[in-house]
């Protein structure tokens, strides 16, 4: 069974701070894609990765990918209040296979 | 507005009482899924529907009791539940089953009293 463990679990940081969230897996995954679901909705995604090292950026989000496809992190700095929200990864598979995911507070 | 719509946004049954929840899409998609994120739990896959036809079904309960009339909207038909199936029901749609782009709707947040 392919597992994807997300850490931290909870994340509560003042406005403009730096963090780093991870996403890990003992499997590889031929892609990984990050969602965010924000209080009362649900996901959306924000970004796939697809290629072993990648460094995709989203404004002040960057997401990597790790070398061997088996993990993955998302930097955002200088948090702001509105990136609050459940980040989730998910591994590519049929069907998708999604992390616990992380539960950042960003406190203004 | 997603493209992915789910009503009722809230919901409280009895543990004798029969609902439905119901998702709608017309973003032109042809497999159409349901999950259940329960806390502390990773999303959870219940029912994967391609063309109209089940192509999944993740050992759930027969309580709960899917139904896709077409390929834009689905159904799931919920009977005699237990608390412990209070949860976000998340109905998501994808071009088709190997589409990893999923788009969810805002969630029906279920209550079993």
């Known amino acids: 069974t392919q597992l994807l463990e997300q850490s931290p679990q909870f994340l509560s940081i003042q406005e403009g701070e730096n963090l780093t969230v991870y996403c890990n897996s003992s499997?590889?995954?031929?892609?990984l894609q990050w969602y965010r679901q924000e209080p009362g909705e649900g996901p959306v995604l924000l970004v796939t990765?697809?290629?072993?090292?990648e460094v995709k950026k989203l404004k002040r989000l960057t997401f990597q990918f790790g070398d061997a496809r088996k993990d993955s992190s998302l930097h955002i700095t200088a948090a702001q209040p509105g990136d609050t929200g459940l980040y989730l990864c998910?591994?590519?598979?049929?069907?998708?296979?999604f992390g616990k995911g992380t539960r950042l507070s960003v406190i203004a | 507005e997603t493209g992915v719509t789910q009503t009722p946004r809230h919901l409280v049954m009895g543990m004798t009482n029969k609902k439905s929840l119901k998702c709608e899409q017309h973003?032109?998609?042809?497999?159409m899924y349901w999950y259940k994120q329960s806390a502390k739990k990773p999303l959870e896959l219940m029912f994967v529907?391609?063309?109209?036809?089940?192509?999944e079904n993740n050992s759930v309960p027969s309580r709960f009791s899917p139904e896709c009339p077409n390929s834009s909207h689905l159904f799931l038909h919920l009977h005699t539940l237990q608390p412990e199936d209070s949860a976000l029901y998340l109905c998501?749609?994808?071009?088709?089953?190997?589409?990893?782009?999923?788009?969810f709707g805002q969630g029906t947040r279920l209550t079993v009293v």
């Open positions: 998501a749609s994808s071009q088709d089953p190997r589409d990893s782009h999923l788009i």
């Open positions: 499997s590889v995954f031929s892609s």
């Open positions: 990765v697809v290629t072993g090292g």
């Open positions: 998910a591994g590519a598979g049929t069907p998708l296979v």
């Open positions: 973003l032109g998609h042809n497999a």
């Open positions: 529907y391609n063309f109209k036809e089940q192509t």
